[in-house]
């Protein structure tokens, strides 16, 4: 089993930066890919970006480029570092461990976290 804990988000302006952090418990962590997914109000949660336990990446079009995901097996712990953040941006942020089939599907994931809150003013 694996609990997960995300923090790191808050209020930031347009073309700031913030990083986002997910602590995970459980001796299985590193054999897990893991992603982070966001959810804007009245919008579905959708893909942000995925890491596999070997290190491969995967992002949304609409981060690439602005975002970056990583992750310290060591710390068990998985990371993701927003930049020249945008309004649209604005969502809960939850990460995830990766279950099998698609990186891009929410219902490929378990073990979610509780969320964290990010907001871009403009």
């Known amino acids: 089993q694996v609990q997960l804990v995300e923090s790191g988000g808050g209020l930031v302006q347009a073309g700031g930066s913030l990083r986002l952090s997910c602590a995970a418990s459980?001796?299985?962590?590193?054999?897990?890919?893991m992603g982070w997914f966001r959810q804007a109000p009245g919008k579905e949660r959708e893909f942000v970006a995925a890491?596999?336990?070997?290190?491969?990446?995967y992002y949304a079009d609409s981060v690439k480029g602005r975002f970056t995901i990583s992750r310290d097996n060591a710390k068990n712990t998985v990371y993701l570092q927003m930049n020249s953040l945008k309004s649209e941006d604005t969502a809960v942020y939850y990460c995830?461990?990766?279950?099998?089939?698609?990186?891009?599907?929410?219902?490929?994931?378990?073990?979610w976290g509780q969320g964290t809150q990010v907001t871009v003013s403009s």
């Open positions: 459980g001796r299985t962590f590193s054999s897990y890919a």
């Open positions: 890491i596999t336990w070997r290190g491969n990446t």
């Open positions: 995830a461990a990766h279950t099998g089939g698609s990186y891009y599907n929410p219902g490929d994931y378990t073990h």
